[in-house]
């Protein structure tokens, strides 16, 4: 599996973005799929996650309520709508895959796939 992400920018404080990743294969939609951030000096991070329907979503506490994790499997394509956006924010995101399916696997034990990252910077 090759992951592409793409939507990474420079954004203002309180503005948004939207990433994308669209994935290669045809085993997409029996994947769970994930973001993940890497800050400058930092450790990479889960950010969210989400099952093959959508049904079943995890976030980050430092995200909630601001992101939005969602995909298409008709477009094998998962996406992160980043709202409020606060300097924070500002990292390299990864889109990840877990093969099993699972979105808490992939929150607590890291991606079976990585894409390269994309680069978010949040002004103040």
């Known amino acids: 599996v090759q992951l592409q992400a793409s939507g990474g920018g420079l954004v203002q404080a309180g503005g948004s973005l939207r990433l994308s990743c669209v994935a290669s294969?045809?085993?997409?939609?029996?994947?769970?799929m994930g973001w993940f951030r890497q800050a400058p000096g930092k450790e990479r991070e889960f950010v969210a996650s989400i099952n093959w329907n959508g049904g079943s979503l995890y976030y980050a506490d430092s995200v909630k309520g601001r992101f939005t994790i969602s995909r298409d499997n008709t477009k094998n394509t998962v996406y992160l709508q980043m709202n409020s956006l606060k300097p924070e924010d500002t990292a390299v995101y990864f889109c990840?895959?877990?093969?099993?399916?699972?979105?808490?696997?992939?929150?607590?034990?890291?991606?079976?796939?990585w894409g390269e990252g994309t680069l978010v910077t949040v002004s103040s």
């Open positions: 294969g045809r085993t997409f939609s029996t994947y769970a």
């Open positions: 990840a895959a877990d093969k099993v399916g699972i979105p808490d696997r992939l929150r607590r034990l890291g991606a079976d796939y």
